[in-house]
C-alpha cells in the first residue's frame, strides 16, 4: 500500500499552562504530547492559530505512512473549536478526518472509546468543535469516570489525576496514543474492535 498523501489532524484537547498539565480535562494533551515524542518532534506555535503543531507522519515509512498534523489548540478547552478549525482550513484537512481526543465523564478511569460523530455529552471542548465543524469527527474518548459525592463536575475534570490514578495513568495515556495510531492507520472498525474494550 503506498503512502497517502491526505493528512490527518489529531487535536487533544486541554487547556494551557502549568496550572491545568496535570488536570483529568487534559489528557488530550497528555496523548498529543506522547504521540509527538513517538513521531520525534517537538511542538511550535502555529501562524494565524492559536495553537501548537507537529507536523509529521505515522506507520511504516515509505509503506503505509500516513501524513498527521498534531495540534494542541491554546485556548481554553471551552473556545478550543476556533484554533481547531483554523488548522483545517490552512492544512485543507477535511472535518471527516479530524481525531479529537478528550477526557469523558461517563466512562470509567482509563477505559477508551472510539466513534465517528454523536453528542458532546456536555463537554465544552466538543461542544465548540461541533459548533464550528458539525459532528461529523472522530472522537478517542479517554474515560476518567463520574466525580465522587457530591463534587462538581468542573471541579472534578480541573483536578489532578489521583495517585491511584497517576500509577495507571502512562500506560492509559499509551493506550490511548495506540488507537490514534490504529484509527488513523487501520480505520474506525479495526480500532474500535481493538480497543472499545
Keep these: ?28 494533551f497528555m496523548v498529543a504530547d506522547l504521540l509527538a515524542g513517538r513521531m520525534g518532534g517537538t511542538f511550535k506555535s502555529a501562524k494565524g492559530a492559536r495553537a501548537q503543531v507537529l507536523e509529521g507522519r ?8 500516513t501524513r498527521v498534523i498534531l495540534a494542541k489548540p491554546v485556548s481554553y478547552m471551552n473556545v478550543s473549536g476556533g484554533p481547531t478549525k483554523a488548522l483545517l482550513d490552512f492544512y ?11 477526557d469523558e465523564l461517563d466512562i470509567d478511569y482509563g477505559v477508551l472509546r472510539l466513534k465517528l460523530g454523536g453528542g458532546d455529552n456536555g463537554h465544552n471542548g466538543l461542544k465548540s468543535l461541533t459548533k464550528l465543524l458539525g459532528r461529523d469527527y472522530y472522537r478517542v474518548r479517554f474515560g476518567v469516570g463520574r466525580p465522587p459525592g457530591r463534587m462538581q463536575v468542573a471541579d472534578y475534570v480541573l483536578k489532578n489525576f ?4 497517576r500509577k495507571e495513568l502512562d500506560y492509559f495515556v499509551d493506550r490511548a ?14 480500532a474500535q474492535s481493538t480497543y472499545n474494550s
Aim: proline share 8%.
Design 92 to 102: 485543507g484537512v477535511p472535518a471527516g478526518r479530524l481525531v479529537a481526543v478528550h
Design 1 to 28: 500500500m503506498a503512502a497517502t498523501t491526505e493528512p490527518w489532524l489529531i487535536a487533544g484537547l486541554g487547556n494551557p499552562g502549568p496550572d491545568y498539565a496535570g488536570n483529568r480535562h487534559n489528557v488530550g
Design 58 to 65: 505515522i506507520g511504516v515509512p515509505g509503506v503505509s505512512s
Design 177 to 190: 496514543a495506540d488507537a490514534c495510531e490504529a484509527l488513523v492507520l487501520e480505520g474506525l472498525e479495526r
Design 162 to 165: 489521583s495517585s491511584a490514578e
